[in-house]
């Protein structure tokens, strides 16, 4: 009966351990974050087809909020050019601000330096270091650091913004759905 009960309980501890490692932070999020908690998740899909899973990080139960730390990680299930990926940034930017996405120059040339094309199972993860700037990681590494005006709004409301073309997506990342 003893060696009955081990057994369950070891089974019970692997399946916990299962669920923590699967919610468990990426290391950059580590990182950057005292205390991160999976504040909501989404798989983004476009006709049918999986782009990529995104996670967002906090440090603080309760209401999302652009101006507490956050990490947004997406992990890409298809391939993207930086070229690709720079501009329908900015083509989402320019959409929810309503103006050209010649307004955006500057900024779209920061993208394509510090961006790079992705394949299948690549993570890039962004944190807002201030309300001007962005860091970028890449599969756990340090790859650049993006400053222009309000540019954490403006980036990462391409993911959490209730504006954003995926509102449910939005909605389930900041967790209020």
Known sequence: MKTFHAKVIA???VAFQTVASANAAPTEVEKELSAPQLKG????????FQLFN??????????FSLDQ???????????FSREFLAWSSIKEIARVEGNSP????????QLRNCLISVRKGMRITGIAESVDTVVLYVNGQKSCTMHYPNLRERFFGIWLA???RDTRGAQSLRGSN
């Open 102 to 109: 010649k307004k955006y120059v500057k900024l779209e040339q």
């Open 54 to 63: 995104a996670e967002l990080w906090t440090n603080q139960p309760g209401k």
């Open 162 to 164: 209730p504006t954003s």
């Open 41 to 48: 998740q989404h798989t983004a899909q476009y006709w049918g």
């Open 69 to 79: 730390p956050f990490a947004l990680t997406l992990s890409y299930l298809i391939p």
């Open 11 to 13: 089974v019970i501890f």
